[in-house]
């Protein structure tokens, strides 16, 4: 009777302690509400890095743990109050490489100390590079001095760091569980809790296998950050060959925009002197900044002419501000060029000019989607004056054809459609051109046109449809007609240009690829061989020296 009594106070003891379905269900309720706000603010500070301050998070989840899981949780840890639930709130944050999650732990880090959380776990799971491990806890000790690490091993092969903080609201602390791992990783984890984690009786394989493909993961994690390496140094090499780019051209004035004091007496020499030298600019690259300061002089000379009253005039002022931006952006002093120019948008809201500028710094700078937003507002205002100069115009058509070509083979069609609009300017004032704009503007047009063909061929061998056959046939006829004339031009120029070489020598080549005529291939190398050592008048030199090579490569190196 005794033993039987013991046992039945110990059934009574459990069943006090076990926690209910409903007790589950009315902390959700009493709780969901402010850690959703806490997990809410927590969320808008990550993003808000990733957005304002260039934090390279690539994704964010938050959610609270539902009433089921949160059920099952305090069964399978048979946990005896629901206020040790550590992840009754959880937040993730992605990043595309394994580079990227350095600079993001930092971010976290002081954001969590900002908050003033308590910092309870910080685990590193399955992470092998030691270095990479100490630079994370030198990371977190910088913020939380009194932490003391312990090791974090998942033997499914689980790969993450996780921070399991406390987090203050409304009286009462929030336990919240914070993830941080690659795109890649989370993926595999959402499997492996998806298939292994939650199951009660999983079967052998499935843990194996999961341990195989987490070996796979890292694998892949590390090809793909060697991958971003590659393209961070190209980009950077890009970068720094642009450090001493200017601007393409001098503008040319429309007459109702060059201030009619320069007809003076006391004015005409100064400035036909500055314009004559302005003029000069596209053949003295070679050293901008000495150019500028011999370009400043005769600013200089010609603004100590201009009396007060005229200072006034609304075109002096335009006139002054812009040659003096023109000036400072040769000399490579693009954020000074730069306030200039949104200064000049500000009080001359009309003119098309200076934002055709800061779309040439951002392009400079890599901001392509900014430099995007500049030419594309530059060409809204052009379309709206009534008068313009058509080199003006020309060299904006080309330079959008160029920067929509840069942002990828999407765009393939906006840059073709901008070079044929570029062409149909250039036809009808053709001779108001400088003659070597023939035979650059022959250039772009057969280069797009061969790139519109590459793509509808490579689209036609998915699809196999007649309607892409014609297609690729279409855009291969009109490359054949622009690469025939800039043959011809190549025969009789004087400017021989790396980049037209390497056009018709691409050309050739893929119509080698097209008919298997040895003759084409043979003609590619001869203009490989021709244009080897020359130079190339575009702008990004870098990366146009880098194709021009990469085809190079492939041409010599092909056998009939």
């Given at each position: 009777?005794?033993?039987?009594?013991?046992?039945?106070?110990?059934?009574?003891?459990?069943?006090?302690?076990?926690?209910?379905?409903?007790?589950?269900?009315?902390?959700?309720?009493?709780?969901?509400?402010?850690?959703?706000?806490?997990?809410?603010?927590?969320?808008?500070?990550?993003?808000?890095?990733?957005?304002?301050?260039?934090?390279?998070?690539?994704?964010?989840?938050?959610?609270?743990?539902?009433?089921?899981?949160?059920?099952?949780?305090?069964?399978?840890?048979?946990?005896?109050?629901?206020?040790?639930?550590?992840?009754?709130?959880?937040?993730?944050?992605?990043?595309?490489?394994?580079?990227?999650?350095?600079?993001?732990?930092?971010?976290?880090?002081?954001?969590?100390?900002?908050?003033?959380?308590?910092?309870?776990?910080?685990?590193?799971?399955?992470?092998?590079?030691?270095?990479?491990?100490?630079?994370?806890?030198?990371?977190?000790?910088?913020?939380?001095?009194?932490?003391?690490?312990?090791?974090?091993?998942?033997?499914?092969?689980?790969?993450?760091?996780?921070?399991?903080?406390?987090?203050?609201?409304?009286?009462?602390?929030?336990?919240?569980?914070?993830?941080?791992?690659?795109?890649?990783?989370?993926?595999?984890g959402e499997l492996e809790h998806t298939l292994a984690y939650k199951q009660g009786n999983i079967h052998p394989h499935i843990k194996n296998s999961f341990r195989l493909l987490s070996k796979d993961l890292?694998?892949?994690?590390?090809?793909?950050?060697?991958?971003?390496?590659?393209?961070?140094?190209?980009?950077?090499?890009?970068?720094?060959?642009?450090?001493?780019?200017?601007?393409?051209?001098?503008?040319?004035?429309?007459?109702?925009?060059?201030?009619?004091?320069?007809?003076?007496?006391?004015?005409?020499?100064?400035?036909?002197?500055?314009?004559?030298?302005?003029?000069?600019?596209?053949?003295?690259?070679?050293?901008?900044?000495?150019?500028?300061?011999?370009?400043?002089?005769?600013?200089?000379?010609?603004?100590?002419?201009?009396?007060?009253?005229?200072?006034?005039?609304?075109?002096?002022?335009?006139?002054?501000?812009?040659?003096?931006?023109?000036?400072?952006?040769?000399?490579?002093?693009?954020?000074?060029?730069?306030?200039?120019?949104?200064?000049?948008?500000?009080?001359?809201?009309?003119?098309?000019?200076?934002?055709?500028?800061?779309?040439?710094?951002?392009?400079?700078?890599?901001?392509?989607?900014?430099?995007?937003?500049?030419?594309?507002?530059?060409?809204?205002?052009?379309?709206?004056?009534?008068?313009?100069?058509?080199?003006?115009?020309?060299?904006?058509?080309?330079?959008?054809?160029?920067?929509?070509?840069?942002?990828?083979?999407?765009?393939?069609?906006?840059?073709?459609?901008?070079?044929?609009?570029?062409?149909?300017?250039?036809?009808?004032?053709s001779g108001s051109f400088p003659a070597r704009i023939r035979q650059s503007l022959t250039n772009n047009l057969c280069w797009y046109h061969l790139e519109k063909y590459i793509l509808a061929r490579e689209?036609?061998?998915?699809?196999?449809?007649?309607?892409?056959?014609?297609?690729?046939?279409?855009?291969?006829?009109?490359?054949?007609?622009?690469?025939?004339?800039?043959?011809?031009?190549?025969?009789?120029?004087?400017?021989?240009?790396?980049?037209?070489?390497?056009?018709?020598?691409?050309?050739?080549?893929?119509?080698?690829?097209?008919?298997?005529?040895?003759?084409?291939?043979?003609?590619?190398?001869?203009?490989?061989?021709?244009?080897?050592?020359?130079?190339?008048?575009?702008?990004?030199?870098?990366?146009?020296?880098?194709?021009?090579?990469?085809?190079?490569?492939?041409?010599?190196?092909?056998?009939?």
């Amino acid at each position: 009777m005794i033993g039987l009594t013991i046992n039945k106070e110990i059934i009574r003891e459990y069943a006090m302690a076990v926690i209910t379905y409903q007790d589950v269900e009315e902390y959700h309720a009493r709780h969901e509400g402010n850690l959703r706000k806490v997990l809410d603010s927590l969320e808008e500070k990550i993003i808000f890095g990733r957005d304002k301050e260039h934090i390279p998070i690539y994704l964010t989840k938050g959610r609270v743990k539902s009433i089921n899981s949160m059920y099952l949780k305090t069964r399978r840890k048979n946990t005896l109050s629901l206020d040790g639930i550590t992840d009754f709130g959880g937040l993730r944050a992605l990043c595309l490489f394994e580079q990227d999650i350095i600079k993001v732990h930092k971010y976290l880090v002081n954001i969590l100390k900002q908050q003033a959380c308590t910092l309870k776990e910080f685990k590193i799971y399955n992470w092998e590079n030691e270095d990479y491990i100490e630079q994370l806890q030198i990371i977190v000790k910088s913020q939380f001095p009194h932490y003391e690490f312990e090791d974090a091993i998942k033997e499914s092969g689980y790969k993450s760091i996780h921070y399991l903080i406390v987090h203050g609201y409304s009286k009462f602390q929030y336990p919240i569980e914070i993830q941080l791992r690659t795109l890649l990783q989370d993926v595999w984890g959402e499997l492996e809790h998806t298939l292994a984690y939650k199951q009660g009786n999983i079967h052998p394989h499935i843990k194996n296998s999961f341990r195989l493909l987490s070996k796979d993961l890292q694998n892949n994690d590390i090809l793909i950050s060697n991958l971003c390496d590659i393209r961070d140094k190209e980009y950077r090499v890009g970068l720094f060959a642009l450090e001493d780019a200017g601007p393409s051209e001098a503008f040319i004035y429309e007459p109702e925009l060059l201030p009619t004091i320069f007809k003076d007496a006391h004015l005409d020499d100064a400035y036909k002197n500055y314009s004559e030298y302005i003029s000069t600019w596209r053949d003295q690259r070679h050293n901008p900044r000495e150019w500028a300061e011999r370009g400043f002089e005769f600013y200089r000379a010609l603004d100590r002419l201009i009396g007060w009253e005229q200072r006034n005039e609304s075109l002096v002022q335009y006139w002054l501000f812009m040659e003096k931006g023109f000036l400072l952006f040769v000399q490579g002093r693009r954020d000074e060029a730069m306030k200039i120019y949104e200064e000049v948008t500000n009080k001359w809201k009309e003119l098309y000019a200076p934002h055709f500028r800061i779309g040439e710094i951002f392009y400079i700078k890599g901001e392509i989607e900014k430099s995007l937003v500049a030419f594309d507002k530059s060409e809204e205002l052009l379309s709206r004056q009534s008068t313009c100069d058509p080199f003006n115009v020309y060299r904006l058509k080309a330079k959008l054809a160029l920067l929509y070509w840069l942002m990828g083979e999407q765009y393939c069609d906006i840059a073709l459609n901008k070079i044929l609009e570029a062409e149909v300017i250039y036809n009808k004032h053709s001779g108001s051109f400088p003659a070597r704009i023939r035979q650059s503007l022959t250039n772009n047009l057969c280069w797009y046109h061969l790139e519109k063909y590459i793509l509808a061929r490579e689209k036609y061998k998915r699809s196999g449809k007649e309607q892409d056959r014609k297609a690729q046939e279409e855009a291969y006829e009109r490359a054949l007609d622009r690469c025939r004339t800039l043959e011809e031009l190549l025969e009789t120029s004087h400017e021989k240009r790396a980049n037209d070489y390497d056009t018709v020598a691409w050309f050739c080549f893929n119509t080698y690829l097209k008919t298997k005529d040895a003759a084409f291939l043979e003609k590619a190398k001869k203009y490989c061989r021709d244009g080897w050592g020359l130079k190339s008048d575009a702008l990004h030199q870098i990366n146009s020296s880098s194709i021009y090579r990469s085809h190079t490569q492939e041409i010599i190196s092909t056998e009939p």
